[in-house]
């Protein structure tokens, strides 16, 4: 499934730091009677990479991605693993190459018009839009919607259930990701 289909039929996903396999099977669970069928896991816990590994043996049924990959080294190991998608906070040239050439299902992070830029020069058009709130939320995406029309964002970062159906009200917001979720 492309990256676009997996966002478009799953507009909220649950962005979740775990690190212990006890931890993540729980979260499984309670995204499971929520009947939510996709999770980016993070790699901001230290054993975060072994639990993600553990958990994708097992649990076929859902949608996996891994977030928060910030160096070139992370992307390489994680695109490797059978997940469905990945996610970074921001994106440098040599990991924007290597997805390209790989054609990762990945979603890259860009916020300013320089990074956005810079991003869609590789051909990505679906980009990861953090810390949302914190960078001018819908205002800013209101704005880049002229400007940057053949972009959509999956928008991060200070949403929540009383601000996230505003953020998927917009007509470049493909989805949104929120620790809230779960």
Do not use: H, W
Request: glycine content about 6%; aromatic content about 8%.
């Amino acid at each position: 499934m492309s990256l676009k289909k997996i966002l478009e039929d799953n507009p909220l996903i649950p962005v979740v730091a775990v690190n212990t396999l006890e931890e993540a099977t729980s979260t499984l669970e309670k995204l499971r009677n929520k009947n939510i069928k996709i999770v980016e896991f993070t790699l901001r816990t230290p054993n975060a990479l072994e639990v993600i590994k553990e958990v994708i043996k097992n649990n076929d049924n859902f949608i996996i991605g891994i977030g928060t990959i910030r160096t070139l080294e992370q992307l390489k190991e994680c695109s490797k693993l059978k997940v469905d998608f990945l996610v970074s906070p921001g994106a440098t040239v040599k990991m924007l190459k290597f997805a390209k050439k790989k054609k990762l299902p990945y979603l890259p992070g860009g916020v300013t018009p320089f990074e956005i830029m810079t991003i869609l020069s590789f051909g990505f058009k679906i980009l990861k839009f953090f810390p949302a709130e914190a960078m001018g939320g819908i205002k800013l995406l209101k704005n880049y919607q002229a400007v940057f029309p053949e972009v959509v964002f999956c928008a991060t970062g200070g949403i929540n259930s009383s601000n996230q159906d505003e953020y998927l009200a917009q007509k470049n917001i493909i989805a949104i990701g929120s620790s809230s979720l779960i």
